[in-house]
């Protein structure tokens, strides 16, 4: 279980630190096994007295939550980061909870939200990598969703016309 924790936190730390590289459109997943650790870790730590390790334990579930396959987990780490965002004043920390959110939203779907957090953890660190990745991904996703809704319409249209010159050749 240490061992499992212990390979999140090297993740997220060599993900946040600008080490890791990806393609645009490839970010870590997260399975349940390492989500289940992670709680439990925060179990623990909130045991105890340590305010520092309780929120590493936040911010470790939190990044497994945001990288689950499952949309309930992801819901769940941006509800869990949302919370926490607005009264963070590290400038680190709030780099990386905006891009967590980012990250969800990104995953959840919601493009134009993920775009907004992306950019506000631009402005917070202008030269990190992997917000700059973030934002290269979730732009390509906007204009491909838009190429193909324009795809759609005109493809909706054209069989419109197309009824409509069919009624009127007939009438």
């Known amino acids: 279980m240490e061992a499992t924790i212990g390979k999140v936190f ?12 990806g393609s645009s459109d490839e970010f870590p997943l997260c399975d349940t096994d390492i989500i289940s650790g992670c709680e439990k870790e925060l179990a623990e730590a909130q045991k105890g007295q340590d305010e520092g390790f309780k929120k590493e334990s936040i911010m470790r579930l939190s990044w497994a939550l945001v990288h689950s396959k499952m949309p309930a987990d992801i819901q769940r780490g941006i509800a869990m980061l949302e919370g926490s965002v607005v009264s963070d004043t590290s400038p680190v920390t709030l780099r990386e909870k905006l891009y967590l959110l980012a990250i969800g939203y990104y995953r959840s779907g919601d493009f134009s939200r993920s775009r907004d957090y992306i950019e506000r953890c631009l402005e917070v660190e202008p030269e990190w990598r992997q917000a700059q990745t973030l934002k290269t991904a979730i732009e390509d996703r906007i204009v491909k969703d838009g190429v193909i809704g324009v795809g759609i319409a005109v493809t909706a249209v054209g069989i419109v016309a197309g009824i409509a010159a069919a009624l009127v050749r007939r009438g």
């Open 10 to 21: 090297d993740s997220v730390s060599t993900f946040f630190s600008g080490v890791a590289s």
